[in-house]
């Protein structure tokens, strides 16, 4: 019942892109179609990518920690154990931390974002995936750290403030260069481009005179 449930949603959700699309529409069509496939990624695709994430994310930030000797990453289960001067703490990769929401959003965003043909939504999508997943390797990295030097006590800390701040900080500049950057070079107006180079005249009689 379930299945059949969501296959109705989905096959509703595809034919009101496509009356959006016929209507012209464009900015409706982008604000359902990527609240849409983010609500799809949540439901469907979700259960499924959570653990393979969550390793992959435990053996990248693992690297770090087995250089370092600051943390063992056990990247089978997920898990992370630190040690530190008070302590030792065991943090699991849940579904917040392996990433899984960030691109899901990313993607969402990115598939309905007119400024790309398809094949460049395809290759900036796994650039934008890949990018978000070392950034959120990194931030693990930093939380496991912060925690090794300065003890259990600054998990809060660590988790909540610091290493937000470092992932969200990568997510802005991803999201710069991926969206913001792309519209204001792509963007018209009447002959102007900002795409464009302006091209310098030639005179008659070659060029420039010394």
């Not at 019942?1 to 959006?20: G, N, P, R």
């Not at 008070?86 to 699991?92: H, P």
């Not at 969206?179 to 018209?188: A, D, P, Y």
Request: hydrophobic share 50%; glycine share 8%; proline share 2%.
């Amino acid at each position: 019942m379930t299945y059949l449930i969501s296959a109705a949603a989905i096959a509703l959700w595809i034919w009101l892109l496509h009356v959006l699309k016929k209507a012209g529409l464009r900015f409706w069509r982008y604000l359902l179609g990527a609240c849409g496939l983010f609500l799809i990624f949540m439901i469907i695709i979700r259960p499924w990518a959570v653990l393979p994430l969550a390793r992959l994310v435990a053996a990248i930030a693992g690297i770090f920690g087995k250089v370092t000797g600051f943390y063992q990453a056990y990247f089978r289960y997920g898990v992370i154990f630190i040690e530190s001067f008070n302590g030792a703490i065991t943090v699991n990769i849940d579904m917040e931390c392996s990433g899984i929401i960030e691109i899901a959003a990313f993607v969402s965003l990115l598939t309905f974002y007119q400024i790309y043909n398809v094949p460049e939504r395809i290759y900036v999508g796994i650039i934008g995936t890949l990018y978000t997943i070392l950034s959120n390797a990194l931030r693990i990295s930093v939380i496991c750290t912060m925690i090794h030097f300065l003890g259990t006590d600054y998990y809060y800390l660590a988790h909540t403030v610091v290493g937000r701040i470092v992932f969200y900080v990568l997510q802005v500049i991803l999201y710069f260069f991926v969206f913001t950057r792309s519209h204001v070079l792509k963007m018209r107006t009447g002959d102007f481009g900002y795409h464009k180079r302006e091209e310098k005249p030639i005179t008659e009689g070659g060029g420039d005179k010394a």
